[in-house]
């Protein structure tokens, strides 16, 4: 019997699993339940806000989420540790999800919607400046609970990176397809209507930060030999290892194109395909629809991690590209109202997932896989180049640009190059 079904196993039967893997799943549930508030946030915030004001927050949040990244994250996170990280970022978030309520209460037509405009964007700096530090100290997080178990149990690094891949992928999005149920149904079947699930996520959000407060465990580097040794937040040095490793690392460059299409169609679904779906079907369609996607990434993320253990990652590469491709095409040849029915939104939301399961499992187990030696760096540089990705799709939608066809083009083009890209990084040395 292998180590990974001994492991499943144990999980099953109610034997305590390894520490490292412990504390992992912890962070893993909080961190998704968190993230799942702000991201329904998101996804309701143009039908509550308004497209221009919805989609300057979410652009605003993705700026400063890129600017984080490359400026602040690495040595935030080195200085004070993932978990600590990680703690600041869900207190963050749980700020901007209860701007959003504050927003919500505000009139659009007070001081011309003035107030309102800077509620909403104070916290969408609040968000952005939580998911730089949060998705940089995840990723951390990840590399080093995935390496702690190797030396644990002694497996190889990829085994023990598709595993904790799988069961991060699981939890994460599917404690994102929980509330996106919920939301679909207090609107449907209560008296709830979008402003107060803004209150409902927010309050998700404080107890999640309680969570991780109270429980979650700090996480060492086992390949560092004086961990004890804290780095100062001297933050030009970091930058300017951040920006060198995005443009010039041969393998980080070919890359690439998984991070801007993440980016990209975060901001198409969120502020283009989701406005569609409440304006020709209905409101708590939105919710449904993250059913689908979410739902499509947690049953299939622990079955594609074992396919990847067995044959590599490139199948689970494959099925992301192929992903974005089924998420842009129907856009290409017709209108927004002409796809806008069920039989053609629900087979869009499934080809989402699959763009969205290649992303939260494999892209991260591809990152701890190519660049063991300097994690901090390789996971800022990943949230860097998808909050850049992600701010310009936004502007693109907050200055107008509301064609399919062109919206649809501009994320289908990086999508065509994510499968050369990974056959090219697989092949290459990294400089890191």
């Given at each position: ?39 329904v ?72 919607g ?13 968000g ?63 008296a ?13 959000g ?22 004890d ?37 975060t ?56 992903g ?15 796809v ?43 949230n ?49």
């Amino acid at each position: 019997m292998t180590q990974r079904s001994t492991e499943l196993e144990g999980l099953v039967d109610g034997k305590a699993p390894p520490r490292a893997l412990r504390n992992f799943l912890l962070m893993s549930f909080c961190f998704g339940s968190a993230h799942g508030g702000m991201v329904v946030a998101i996804a309701y915030a143009s039908s509550v806000l308004g497209t221009t004001l919805g989609s300057a927050s979410t652009g605003t949040v993705y700026s400063v989420y890129g600017l984080t990244a490359l400026l602040g994250a690495a040595p935030f996170v080195e200085r004070f540790g993932p978990a600590r990280s990680i703690c600041a970022a869900l207190g963050f978030w749980f700020l901007y999800v209860a701007m959003f309520v504050i927003a919500a209460l505000t009139s659009a037509e007070d001081d011309d919607g003035a107030g309102q405009w800077t509620v909403v964007l104070l916290g969408a700096a609040m968000g952005g400046f939580g998911s730089g530090i949060g998705l940089t100290a995840q990723g951390v997080y990840f590399a080093r609970a995935a390496a702690t178990y190797r030396k644990e149990e002694g497996i190889s690094a990829p085994a023990a990176n598709d595993l904790f891949s799988g069961y991060f992928a699981t939890i994460f999005i599917g404690s994102q397809c929980v509330q996106y149920l919920l939301a679909s149904m207090l609107l449907e079947f209560t008296a709830f209507d979008t402003d107060d699930l803004f209150g409902v996520f927010a309050s998700n959000g404080f107890a999640m930060l309680m969570l991780v407060l109270v429980f979650l465990e700090e996480m060492p580097d086992p390949d560092r030999k004086r961990e004890d040794e804290k780095t100062a937040l001297d933050i030009w040095p970091h930058t300017l290892k951040v920006l060198q490793f995005t443009f010039t690392d041969r393998r980080a460059v070919s890359l690439a194109p998984l991070s801007v299409c993440f980016g990209f169609s975060t901001l198409f679904v969120a502020s283009y395909i989701n406005a569609s779906v409440t304006d020709h079907i209905s409101t708590y369609a939105v919710g449904y629809c993250g059913v689908i996607q979410t739902g499509t990434v947690a049953l299939l993320s622990v079955p594609v991690s074992k396919i990847s253990t067995a044959v590599g990652k490139w199948l689970a590469v494959c099925l992301g590209a192929a992903g974005y491709v089924g998420l842009t095409t129907p856009y290409l040849f017709a209108t927004s109202a002409e796809v806008a029915h069920w039989e053609y939104v629900a087979p869009i939301f499934v080809a989402y997932g699959l763009a969205r399961l290649s992303w939260e499992s494999t892209t991260r187990a591809l990152y701890a896989d190519f660049f063991p030696n300097d994690r901090t760096t390789a996971f800022a540089s990943l949230n860097f180049v998808v909050g850049l990705s992600a701010s310009v799709y936004a502007y693109m939608l907050a200055g107008g640009v509301d064609a399919g066809t062109v919206l649809a083009a501009t994320l289908l083009a990086p999508a065509l190059l994510i499968v050369p890209g990974y056959f090219s990084a697989r092949d290459a040395p990294s400089e890191i």
